[in-house]
């Protein structure tokens, strides 16, 4: 598609022209993740080693963990052309459930987690049938199970944060508060030995794998494909013999799975589960996910692009927070380069600026 | 409700089946009986309830009443995969594909092959897909976009979908209406292999003359019920028209034989060039004009450019198109659609569903859309009464069947849809009227009342172009007609010899294969890739395979 | 009011030590408040400097990673508001296994790893609250609690204190409560609809000052405001503040919530340079009525003084 | 379409059906505020006049007006298929704005009321810009507008609220503090005299100003209809002639606008401008459209519906407070009822009903 037409080359050096576009398309490749760069470069640029040491990076990225989770979800549902606002109500229960699975039933992590699960992916399964069924709109639905969840949840714990340090009569943990820190507790890491000489930190293994998981559910198997089907043209979805219906139910299923899943690493995360805990954490998945290249009106997105929306997110809050930007200042700057990020990394840019390297752009209507 | 059992059922019946939507009664008890092996043409006017009567053989409406049987047993369809079930396949009149998925992924969707791990087996995939197209003389690379294809070819992506059913009976919903002629040979071809496994085919066409070439019979239906039922060899093309209209038909192409040419010049266009930065496709130094009075008619094979040169005179490509234009003698550069409407210009695009309607809205919001400036009051607000006289005038000038005027565009039937596109053309009462397949989906007696209409505007001085894919209605209505060839203009012919080469089928259709015209090359090899069309979109030139057959 | 360039705790020379602060809310009067003070205060110390102040606008999960970053940048001293009690509490022992001297100002930890704790006593202020009320309803009377977001822990302690300070008055009721979220309009809201309601109300306890005069913008509105007294919680000297509330008469009482910012900055300072400190510094609040209004602002007003 | 033919007569009794299906199409003349009504009904049912009294319905309004006249502009942002999350800090900014300029420089309303209006406007042209020039998702561009926007009015504020009871030297409120009240503060009316005896509270006549005024410019101008087109087929709207870029630049400027204009009316109710002021707003004020009917994937809403939706969630906050529910139920019973009403009044409903009132009814799927 780089060859020149002869009418093409008689106004402005065609060469360069030419050579430019040719490299464009090599340029594409690497394209949509420029965002990324761009915040990397500003942090090294800035802030040099303490940007880059590992540590910060494994803190910058573990803060956003749990957000980042439900991110992935989230994804899920976008991809059908829905929107979920309940993640960070659901998120929030099932937190605090852990929390007092723990406190007051003391029972293990490998209980804990899958019940968590279930418990999401039973509010999610509620929005599933709701939106596919009921026919509501998804906006509505969720953000009526963000406050039914969020109501569930402080009348549950009575508006107590509930502690995950729970000791034993010796005052020490006890082995199940001990396991369920390596959650997410900061400093408490998995699998040392094995997972390199001082282990990784959960929730950034649990993240990465999720986004690994899902990434190939959506990538390989048959039901990822109706996902995108769904969320592109419902209508040839159907006729093409997609149970619409299920696949909406299943996706909003799964991102609830997915908010409980988050629930017991977010408690881990803050010692503690809070009964206003995930508040407002929808939109920053949700931000993670559109800024990752997803469409609110169904059929585009993948899980690499939300990973790297994600990472934009908390690296650019990192970066503005290790070179204590006045937090006013960065409430603005961060809106500023979230817009450019996205603006560089939208595939449509490459095009343009290929117009752009041929005569007469006036494009866009005065 | 037990139909005794014929002693050799049929492969399909239909029987008794009636349907109600809001306000309309589509189907009054229909029947309809499909034998194994035999192609059933299925005919009548817009809005007669063909489509309705297939969406239910599909399984699109739940909720209808009468019998379907198959094979003599009654089966009862209410959802597509039912429809499935029993071997039976649609591919509808509208376009129903999956813009953001691959062709393979739209073909074989809902039905991917797996791999022993249970995830889809792509390339398995993408070979299905391939053979598919091939059959349907398309080599586009199976993963290439749907949204990346042309129209046409994503009308041959629904069929190989619908074949990679290999079902028992297969419904054919207007599959030709955004196909030129070589494609529609090519259909055919495959609809004799078909049949010739036994499997039964409904065919819905408004090209009498297509039906005459593949259908064994025809059930002809009028308002919802059946009309009759004739075997094609006996029967006229005069019977049928009858049949659907109920009333004899006016003369198809009402143009008079003399050429009117010789009006003033309307629009002049001379080396209109479009480079496609964007793999669109691409215009050649095109010289047009277009006088007062004159129907110039755009012929040549799908991705020919024609539709592209229209929307580029409509300023739909902004002004990045190089060329010096004038009309009505003063100066004019494309730059949007709406300075070229309000320089007198109007566009009948090639895909309603796409680029015309706002399908959820009403027929009275669409048919007045373009034109609201007219209907404006002194409070700069928008007349009610005015707009719903003047688009309700339209309706019934075009015989639009609707139930209202306040009815949701996309509960019309497909003809009755591009009416209204029609309709909100006219309300701009332009000068120069742009017309790409003005008449795709439109039954024969709209069509000649369109023909009339055409003839009647041109009569009243406005200038038509027009693009179709007929070459009969090109011959039958234009007193001009240009040929395109990958951007090129490679030929001009004339309703009367005195004025240039008379246009005939065999002249058009060589010009518009002049490939070595256009580019360097034997025309042995360009015969040779004449049956393909070439993979990066409107990167490389194309043609198709109207040669060989 | 900074300049910008932070991180400068990796230098050797320590003529000034670097002093690191996590908010939990810069949004909200009187934490704004504290910050202005804390500059101010930080300012007439000329051993140490304030690096600018990290908001972590009410994200327990923000503020663990803007504790980090402090840590990260080895500041000299750090001085944490926690947005909640348990999700701070392992980063502050992150810091202070970085040997780094940790001051916890206003809302406590569950960590003894720290060097000093300084806040005011939502309990007492509670208490003293409802030593108000009785006093105002001499022969009993119907009282009205608007309380704060209902999971906060200064909610529960004020609540707590006003409750048991009208134990063994039976002639007092609490007749409604409800949950303002802190949010002045939320105040407004609910007061209407207690009216609306006819409850005989006497007197609004609100867990802060705005909820206070959100309601009784209500009861002025609904031409009740004379038969209604108001007491609240903050007494922030700003021109919007309780204090000036009080003196117009809006509330007949508020309670001075200190923001330890003084004791903060002479405690960095103290850290800064190797001295011990005390290691919990609770603060006494004030009841401020239209008596000595005045010069309590004039104590506490920053507008004249630039930090 | 409600003559019956002998087959359906075959299963259950056909005469009751046909009469039901008679009934149908008249109940839909009501049925889309049947929600409302459901709402209204609980209230009498259980506060009588408590809650019909005339002062509690004018707060119940007043108390939303200032979203619902968010809620306004974001209907039209949704027609086009966008949505503006920024609505709640343009209005935070705007009413800190309008604060300072009473309190530092004792502006007259009429001064302060245009200026915000404009403030708003430019922040939402950018919005359009963004969104139609730069095809910046309007989720992103908006967020981060919300972002940048708070953060200016932090900034501008330095996180201090502003008092609107400006008092003068004699101690009395200044004359231009006085007739701001009256944009929003309780009990004081305007129009006292020949708006009804004790006149009307300005939020709620503003806000059904603004919705009148809207409704027709919606459904009686040019401009209103090309709205609907854009967010229907915005290629056909382009080929139409119609201007898309202009169209949607135009409806974020409005939406920016009607947040200049709520912003004031906000700051009197709270006799105070909060840095806080209008968090979280945006998410009301969408719901409020959507409640109301509109669609977020454009070309389908009313100003009627979202005035609706706006009631809908007043009253019912209203009548639940009324009931002195308690405050985490409250939020539990508001996701119940908004999603009941919602699914009442969806026009699908009867349609689907009449499906039910014929034979052969298993249309969606298992
Ligand atoms: N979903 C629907 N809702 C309401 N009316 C409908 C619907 N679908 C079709 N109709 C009506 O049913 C009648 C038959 O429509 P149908 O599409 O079957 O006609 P058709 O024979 O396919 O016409 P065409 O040749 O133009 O495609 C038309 O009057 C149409 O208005
Ligand atoms: N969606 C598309 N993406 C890329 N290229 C396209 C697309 N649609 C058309 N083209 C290019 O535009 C050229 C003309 O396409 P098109 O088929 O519309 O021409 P046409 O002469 O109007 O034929 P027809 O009207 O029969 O479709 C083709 O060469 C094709 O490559
Ligand atoms: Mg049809
Ligand atoms: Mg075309």
Redesign the pocket.
């Known amino acids: 598609m780089t060859d020149t037409l002869p009418e093409q080359t008689q106004n402005g050096s065609p060469d360069v022209r030419t050579r430019a576009r040719r490299l464009l398309p090599w340029l594409g490749s690497l394209q949509s993740y420029i965002g990324l760069v761009l915040i990397v470069a500003i942090g090294i640029a800035t802030q040099g080693d303490t940007f880059l040491d590992q540590t910060n990076l494994t803190n910058a990225v573990g803060n956003f963990a749990s957000r980042g989770i439900l991110a992935v979800g989230v994804t899920l549902v976008i991809l059908t052309a829905g929107i979920d606002l309940s993640v960070g109500s659901l998120l929030g229960f099932a937190s605090m459930a852990s929390a007092m699975m723990l406190a007051n039933h003391d029972m293990p992590v490998w209980q804990i987690v899958p019940l968590c699960m279930l418990i999401g992916a039973a509010f999610g399964f509620v929005n599933g049938v709701g939106t596919s069924v009921l026919r509501i709109q998804s906006f509505v639905m969720t953000l009526a199970m963000l406050s039914i969840a969020r109501g569930l949840d402080r009348q549950m714990s009575d508006n107590q944060s509930v502690g995950t340090t729970v000791a034993g009569p010796d005052g020490k943990l006890t082995e199940n508060a001990e396991a369920f820190q390596s959650l997410g507790t900061p400093g408490h890491n998995v699998g040392v030995g094995f997972l390199g000489p001082d282990g990784v930190y959960y929730p950034v293994l649990a993240f990465v794998v999720v986004c690994v998981v899902f990434h190939l559910i959506l990538s390989r198997t048959a039901f990822g494909r109706h996902i995108y089907a769904v969320g592109g043209n419902p209508t040839a979805a159907r006729l093409s013999g997609i149970n619409v219906t299920l696949v909406v139910i299943a996706v909003f299923t799964l991102s609830g799975m997915l908010a409980g899943f988050a629930g017991p690493i977010d408690a881990a995360y803050s010692v503690s589960a809070d009964p206003q805990a995930g508040n407002t954490y929808e939109l920053d998945a949700i931000a993670a996910a559109v800024i990752g290249g997803a469409s609110l009106a169904g059929g585009k997105g993948t899980i690499i692009g939300t990973f790297v929306g994600a990472l934009i997110l908390t690296l650019l809050d990192n970066v503005l927070g290790l070179n204590a930007v006045s937090d006013n200042w960065q409430l603005v700057i961060k809106g500023l380069i979230v817009v450019v990020a996205v603006v560089l990394q939208r595939p449509g840019l490459l095009r343009t600026l290929r117009h752009r390297l041929t005569p007469a752009e006036k494009e866009t209507a005065p | 409700m037990t139909s005794e059992v014929p002693p050799a059922p049929p492969l399909l019946a239909m029987r008794a089946i009636a ?1 109600s ?4 009664r ?2 009054k008890g229909v029947d309809l009986t499909v034998h194994s092996g035999e192609v059933v043409a299925l005919l ?12 239910i053989l599909a399984g699109l409406h739940s909720d209808y009443e009468g019998v379907i049987e198959r094979d003599g047993e009654r089966v009862d369809i209410h959802r597509p995969k039912d429809a499935a079930r029993h071997g039976i396949g649609m591919i509808h ?1 509208e376009l129903n594909l999956v813009p953001g998925l691959s062709a393979a992924e739209n073909i074989l969707l809902g039905r991917e092959p797996r791999t022993s791990r249970g995830t889809v087996d792509r390339k398995a995939m993408d070979r299905r897909a391939a053979a598919l197209l091939a059959g349907l003389g398309l080599d586009t690379p199976p993963r290439r976009l749907v949204k990346d294809c042309r129209i046409a070819e994503q009308q041959l992506i629904e069929v190989a979908k619908a074949l990679s059913l290999n079902v028992r009976v297969l419904v054919m ?2 599959p030709t209406s955004a196909l030129a002629d070589a494609e529609v040979q090519r259909l055919f071809t495959v609809i004799r292999e078909l049949t010739a496994q036994g499997v039964g085919i409904v065919y ?1 066409s ?1 090209r009498i003359e297509e039906l005459e070439a593949v259908a064994d019979s025809v059930t002809v ?1 009028r308002d ?1 019920s059946h009309a009759g039922h004739r075997t094609m060899a006996d029967t006229t093309r005069a019977e049928l028209i009858r049949l659907m209209v109920g009333r004899p038909l006016g003369e198809l192409f009402p143009r008079r034989p003399e050429q009117h040419s010789d009006g003033p010049v309307r629009l002049q266009i001379s080396g209109l060039t479009r480079p496609d930065p964007s793999g669109g496709p691409a215009l050649h130094g095109i010289d047009l004009t277009v006088r007062s009075g004159e129907i110039v008619g755009l012929a040549g094979l799908m991705g020919a450019g024609r539709s592209e040169l229209l929307q580029a005179v409509f300023g739909a490509y902004g002004p990045r198109v190089r060329g010096r234009f004038t009309l009505d003698g003063k100066p004019y550069h494309p730059r949007t659609p709406g300075h070229a409407i309000r320089r007198g210009l109007a566009l009948v695009a090639e895909d309603r569903k796409e680029q015309s309607l706002v399908l959820g809205n009403t027929v009275r919001f669409n048919g007045s859309l373009a034109a609201l400036t007219r209907y404006r009051t002194a409070w700069r607000t928008v007349s009610r009464r005015r707009e719903r006289a003047a688009v309700a005038a339209q309706m019934t000038h075009l015989k639009v ?3 209202s005027l306040e ?2 565009v ?9 009416k209204v596109v029609l309709a909100r053309c006219l309300l701009t009462e332009p000068s120069v009227l742009l017309m790409d397949e003005p008449t795709r ?3 024969v007696g709209a069509k000649a009342e369109i023909h009339a209409l055409m003839d009647r505007l041109a009569a009243q001085g406005t200038a038509i172009v027009a693009v179709s894919s007929e070459l009969p209605e090109l011959i039958g209505m234009c007193d001009r007609i240009l040929v395109l060839c990958e951007g090129r203009l490679t030929g001009e012919f004339h309703r009367d010899p005195a004025h240039g080469p008379p246009a005939t089928q065999e002249s058009i259709l060589t010009a518009a294969m002049a490939r070595e015209t256009v580019t360097d090359g034997d025309p042995a090899a360009a015969a040779g890739r004449g049956t393909t069309i070439t993979d990066a979109p409107g990167a490389s030139p194309r043609t198709d395979g109207s040669r060989d057959d | 009011t900074d300049d910008g360039t932070g991180g400068s705790g990796k230098d050797g020379d320590k003529s000034t030590f670097t002093i690191g602060y996590s908010q939990a809310n810069n949004a909200e009067p009187y934490r704004a408040q504290l910050n202005k003070q804390l500059r101010y205060f930080a300012k007439q110390h000329k051993n140490i400097k304030l690096l600018p102040i990290a908001d972590a606008e009410q994200d327990n999960a923000r503020q663990v990673s803007q504790v980090q970053q402090f840590i990260q940048q080895k500041v000299d001293v750090l001085i944490v508001s926690p947005n909640e009690p348990d999700p701070l509490t392992p980063a502050v022992e992150q810091a202070c296994q970085a040997k780094i001297p940790v001051i916890i100002l206003d809302r406590d930890v569950k960590t003894d790893c720290y060097d000093s704790f300084i806040g005011g006593d939502n309990y007492q202020i509670g208490k003293k609250a409802g030593e108000a009320a009785i006093k105002a309803l001499p022969d009993g009377g119907n009282v009205a609690e608007i309380r704060g977001l209902l999971s906060t822990d200064p909610q529960k302690q004020r609540h707590k204190g006003f409750a048991d300070a009208l134990k063994g008055h039976d002639d007092i009721k609490v007749v409604e409560q409800r949950e303002g979220k802190w949010l002045q309009p939320e105040g407004t809201k609910i007061m209407q609809q207690w009216l609306q309601r006819g409850t005989r109300i006497d007197l609004v306890y609100a867990h802060n000052d705005p909820m206070a005069i959100g309601a009784q913008s209500a009861a002025a509105g609904a031409g009740k405001a004379k038969d209604i007294d108001f007491i609240g919680i903050d007494g922030l000297a700003i021109p919007d503040g309780g204090i000036r509330a009080v003196q117009q008469g809006k509330m007949i009482a508020t309670y001075l919530y200190p923001t330890g910012a003084e004791e903060a900055a002479e405690t960095a300072a103290a850290l800064a340079e190797g001295k011990s400190v005390q290691k919990k510094q609770t603060l006494d609040t004030t009841e401020i009525t239209k008596s000595n209004a005045e010069d309590v602002y004039g104590r506490y007003d920053m507008s004249k003084k630039s930090g």
Chains 1, 4 share one sequence.
């Open positions: 349907k939507f809001p306000g309309v589509a189907l009548g006017e817009n809005g007669a309830g063909k489509s309705t009567l297939m969406n009149q919903d207007e819905i408004h239906l919802g069947k609707t139930p009815s949701t996309s509960d019309l039937s497909g003809g009755n849809q591009q989906g439109i039954d």
